[in-house]
Structure formats: structure tokens, C-alpha cells
């Protein structure tokens, strides 16, 4: 899938040898085209990941439909199969007999906590979720997520190998639902949802809000940050707003059923501002990707200046 293609090309341009492994050849064969077209335009733009040039990374990426044969020898496995808790419990079950005590076993999920998948492995200490954004070549953030038995050393280890390959990882003390960034992202999508249905905004001018204002300001620091420079520190921004953030908060409604008339009425304002066609779709991503390559650039620029 497209999560797994985009790791491959992360752990190549750190320098590593990656194998992919599905049950289909052809899912693998167009995986590796699509792979191989999309490294070789990074390079041709200057958007290219990692010191290494296309030709070297793409030598580090093999395919292989036997699970025994992918995994020998590999110190870190990223599971990347649709979010099916069965399926992914079946695949952690079958590594599980396959692996070493060094393996550390990971998982992509975005939102099944690690003892729903995990509890009951043998090898329960190798495991942990390193759940990232999409598409995680172009935006860097892993959420690294322990269960409750996963050793100290593997959440290290993980940190450690997200950072070389230039993620920018971040660890979660304990599991909750959601994980962070799924729990601040549908936070937003709730209100914005309730926004539109009450007729306050049009779902255009919602994402305008987000992409025009406050994702202005989150594309370089969070919400707290933002709260500490936008009064003297944090303790004067709760004094000055402590009583209005409250009052506004009070005022939310119910979380929401994300069906019926207002589902209608967003989805025909996205679907006339991007026709749910295929090829339409495809270039919108494309476009967001692009964005989000020149976004990445210009953050590292900032960071080295």
C-alpha cells in the first residue's frame, strides 16, 4: 500500500537495506514502479531524501512473497497491512515464530492500541507501534507507542532509528485511544464538522480558516508554544484567557454523527471544489505532496539557518 511504499523509500534514504514483503507479486511489482518514478522525480526536482542518490537507494529495495525469507536477518520490521486488527494480529502472530530476540517489531496502525495487538506474543518486549503520518516521506512525524511489556530498549532503539533516517519522532509514556495526533486531529474535524452543520461557515471557509490562520502558525510550532509567545509565557496566557478559552469550550456540542444532511452538504462543496475522479484526485495529491516537499525544505532550511 501507499504507507508501505512510502517507508520503503524513507528506510532507503537512511541507508538501509529494505525488503517488502506481500503475499502478491503484483502488489509488489507495482509497488516497486511506482517506487522507482517517484524517487527518480525527488532526485530530478532536488526534493530527494538522504545523501545517497536514486540509483543507490532504489539497489537497497527487494521484494519477497515468502515472510520467512523477508525477515531473515532484519533487525526492524514495519507492518503496513490495512488497519484490520485480525489481520494485523495474524501477521504479528506469524513473526512472532519467525524472529529472533532482537527483531523489533512495529506496527503502522493509526489508531488499535498496542495491547490489542501485541498481548500474548512471545516476543511482546520486540514490539511497538510507530504510527506515522501520511504519506511519511513528506512529513516526518512517527508517534512511537509502547505496550505495556514492551522493553525500555525497544522504544529507544525505535527513537533512535527514526531519527537517522530523518523522522522526527515522538514517545508516548503510555496507549490511549487515538493516539496524539489522531485525538487533536479529530478534535478540529468535530468542531469544524458542528461549525458547518449549525451554518456558522461554509465548508470552504472552514479549511480556510485552518489552512489561511492556524495551520499558518502549526506548520512551524504547536499550540503551546503558540500560546507561550502570543502572551508573556504561558502562566500570563492562562491569566488573560483562562475564563474566555472556558466559556468558548462550554459552548461545544455533542460529538457529532458524521452522516446524514451535513455530510451531504460537505461533501458536495469538496466534491465541486475536487471531483471524486480518480485522476483528479490522484493530481490533488500529488499537488499536496509537492506542497509538502517545499514545506519540508524550507523547515530545514530555517532550522540549519
Excluded at 522525480?41 to 532536488?46: F, I, T
Excluded at 527487494?62 to 494480529?89: H, R
Excluded at 529507544?156 to 508516548?172: D, F, H, N, W
Aim: charged share 25%; glycine share 8%.
Amino acid at each position: 500500500g501507499l504507507i508501505g511504499r512510502s517507508w520503503a523509500m524513507v528506510f532507503a534514504a537512511g541507508g538501509f537495506k529494505v525488503k517488502l514483503y506481500d503475499i502478491a507479486q503484483q502488489q509488489l511489482t507495482s509497488a516497486l514502479e511506482n517506487i522507482h518514478k517517484q524517487v527518480k522525480e525527488l532526485e530530478e526536482s532536488g526534493f530527494l531524501k538522504g545523501s545517497l542518490s536514486a540509483q543507490q537507494q532504489l539497489a537497497l529495495i527487494s521484494t519477497c512473497t515468502d515472510l520467512k525469507t523477508a525477515v531473515e536477518g532484519a533487525t526492524f520490521i514495519q507492518e503496513c497491512t490495512p488497519e484490520n486488527l485480525e489481520l494485523k494480529k495474524k501477521i504479528f502472530g506469524q513473526l512472532d515464530l519467525i524472529v529472533g530476540d532482537k527483531t523489533i517489531l512495529s506496527s503502522s496502525t493509526s489508531c488499535l492500541l498496542p495491547t490489542k495487538l501485541f498481548t500474548g506474543l512471545k516476543h511482546v518486549k520486540q514490539c511497538i507501534v510507530s504510527h506515522p503520518v501520511n504519506p511519511p516521506y513528506f512529513v516526518p512525524l512517527v508517534e512511537i507507542v509502547p505496550h505495556p511489556e514492551t522493553d525500555p530498549s525497544t522504544t529507544e532503539r525505535t527513537y533512535a532509528l527514526m531519527k537517522k533516517i530523518g523522522q522526527s519522532p515522538v514517545k508516548l509514556n503510555r496507549e490511549i485511544e487515538g493516539f496524539v495526533l489522531n485525538r487533536l486531529q479529530y478534535a478540529v474535524i468535530s468542531e469544524a464538522w458542528r461549525l458547518v452543520g449549525e451554518g456558522i461557515v461554509s465548508p470552504t471557509d472552514l479549511d480556510l480558516v485552518m489552512s489561511d490562520g492556524l495551520g499558518m502558525r502549526y506548520a512551524f510550532i504547536g499550540p503551546l508554544e503558540t500560546m507561550h509567545l502570543n502572551a508573556e509565557g504561558i502562566s500570563n496566557y492562562c491569566e488573560r484567557y483562562r475564563e474566555g478559552m472556558k466559556h468558548v469550550l462550554n459552548t461545544f456540542g455533542p460529538i457529532p454523527e458524521f452522516s446524514g444532511e451535513i455530510q451531504q452538504k460537505i461533501s458536495q462543496a469538496m466534491s465541486e471544489k475536487i471531483p471524486v475522479v480518480p485522476k483528479v484526485l490522484d493530481a490533488r495529491r500529488k499537488r499536496r505532496d509537492d506542497y509538502l516537499t517545499g514545506l519540508a525544505k524550507l523547515k530545514k532550511q530555517m532550522k540549519s539557518d
